[in-house]
């Protein structure tokens, strides 16, 4: 390197990082406390010590060569973290798990001749993975959860509130805002069975060596099988896992970070649903997300209500779904045994995809908790459409008088392209229904109760109730260990 490279590059690592290098918005602006510290390098720096306590622990109880003044000199220092003196070490033998297993046996040499003993770094590595992958499966699982309830709690309360329906996003038949909501809701339910089906099946690595074979734990328990067995067992245990993989190359198959991610994709795409609802209702100005009493919407246009919240929880879900085929790729390239091209790949996509993940889905309970309903709107854009939809209805009632349903048809074709022009072309209201009670082929009907917007609904109101009998209530029992969250909206 030219000198003045050297230079520059030795100035660079001088920096005050606050403000003068780029640090992930995720973490400044999206993710919670609580995650952001999941994926820090503190706390992957403990998880590694975790399992090699757990190792050492495990290997002094079966009498495997690790002394009690070795646990415990491992135990004083687990939490005895110096990063700058583990990027010291890393700096000269260009490995991290080894800098950090110097840095770990300089706080407690009682254990250095020891520490890792017939372990491979995937031995901690992936091990740790799995425990840091199970606790941020069950931090999105509690905002998930939370999100379901609220949106459940708002489909109760507009559960009877008719309002335009949108196929195309061209009005339609008329549903009610309830059953919309609960739309949402249910393909968060979906995600939230899909969650826990992978925290179900979420298995520790294990203690396998190299390759995967355990040739080394086998040596180490004096080729006894049933030994390694116990060692494993008891391993696991520790880390709080029953079951480990049946079978792993020097890793985890790559693919359970995939279905994970592909998990968090599917809860990004619930989110880009519900999110982008929201800002077309909110063009239409009949629902809209919560906007503070000082918060501004545009720097020029001081009257805007911008749906800032649902437009970054869009961005972030269209983001997390582009991870997954990211994992996807990753899990196919692994070759044979073992390939490095998978780490700096999950070191990216697994933290950013729950970051992310976790930041929109704070948006979107904050979005359903604090939805700002406008009924007189609903109402007005309902009763604009409702002429149209109320044709058929007339067209019965007509020919069980005992008229003719092909004449009515066509004057009703007639009168509804001259009122749909003067909407279209001329801004005027919709007069339907007046050219109707002018036309003398249409006497005598009551064209006034084809209007009410309770006899368009069919059994959206019902259909909520059995969602929230048969669906929500279910999971608030299941979901009973789950507290109340609050989301960390920064900005």
């Not at 003044?69 to 135990?75: G, H, N, P």
């Not at 390694?228 to 693919?255: D, H, I, M, N």
């Not at 005992?402 to 007639?414: F, P, S, V």
């Amino acid at each position: 390197m030219p000198p003045e490279h050297r230079r520059r590059s030795r100035t660079a690592r001088r920096i005050d990082p606050a403000g003068a290098a780029y640090v992930s918005p995720l973490v400044t602006r999206n993710a919670s406390a609580a995650m952001a510290e999941l994926f820090s390098p503190r706390r992957r720096a403990l998880e590694w010590r975790r399992v090699w306590l757990a190792l050492a622990e495990s290997q002094h109880e079966l009498k495997l060569g690790v002394s009690s003044a070795a646990v415990t000199a491992l135990r004083r220092g687990l939490e005895r973290i110096d990063l700058a003196a583990a990027a010291a070490h890393e700096r000269r033998v260009k490995h991290d798990l080894v800098a950090h297993l110097l840095a770990y046996a300089d706080v407690a040499p009682a254990a250095r001749r020891v520490l890792h003993l017939g372990a491979t770094s995937m031995d901690v590595v992936d091990n740790a993975d799995a425990v840091i992958l199970r606790e941020a499966l069950r931090l999105v699982r509690a905002w998930l959860v939370n999100v379901v309830f609220a949106l459940a709690e708002q489909a109760d309360l507009h559960r009877d509130l008719p309002c335009l329906g949108y196929t195309h996003f061209q009005p339609a038949q008329v549903t009610t805002l309830g059953k919309r909501i609960s739309l949402w809701a249910w393909d968060f339910v979906r995600d939230l069975d899909d969650l826990e089906r992978l925290l179900s099946q979420l298995r520790l690595r294990g203690l396998r060596g190299a390759t995967g074979t355990q040739a080394s734990f086998l040596e180490l328990c004096g080729g006894r099988a049933a030994m390694v067995e116990r060692l494993e067992a008891r391993f696991a245990g520790k880390l709080g896992f029953s079951a480990c993989e049946p079978v792993t190359g020097q890793t985890y198959s790559r693919k359970v970070d995939a279905r994970v991610i592909a998990g968090l994709a599917g809860i990004a795409a619930s989110v880009h649903k519900l999110a982008n609802d929201i800002r077309l209702l909110a063009n239409l100005r009949e629902v809209e997300e919560p906007f503070e009493e000082s918060q501004v919407g545009s720097s020029a246009m001081a009257y805007k209500r911008n749906p800032m919240l649902s437009e970054r929880a869009t961005g972030l879900a269209r983001f997390v779904i582009s991870m997954a085929q990211s994992a996807f790729q990753t899990a196919a390239e692994q070759w044979l045994e073992r390939t490095l091209d998978d780490s700096s790949a999950k070191r990216l996509i697994v933290p950013e995809s729950f970051l992310a993940v976790d930041g929109m889905l704070q948006i979107a309970l904050r979005v359903a908790r604090g939805l700002v309903v406008y009924p007189q709107v609903i109402r007005a854009r309902l009763e604009a459409e409702l002429p149209f939809m109320a044709t058929e209805r007339i067209l019965l009632d007509a020919v069980r008088s005992g008229r003719d349903r092909q004449e009515l048809h066509e004057r009703i074709r007639r009168h509804s392209q001259t009122a749909a022009r003067r909407v279209k072309q001329l801004g005027l209201p919709n007069d339907l229904l007046d050219r109707l009670r002018a036309d003398p082929a249409f006497d005598g009907l009551k064209l006034d109760r084809a209007l009410d917007p309770d006899a368009f609904i069919g059994l959206a109101p019902k259909q909520v109730e059995r969602f929230l009998r048969d669906v929500a209530a279910p999971l608030r029992r299941r979901c009973a260990d789950v507290p109340r969250m609050e989301p960390e909206i920064r900005v």
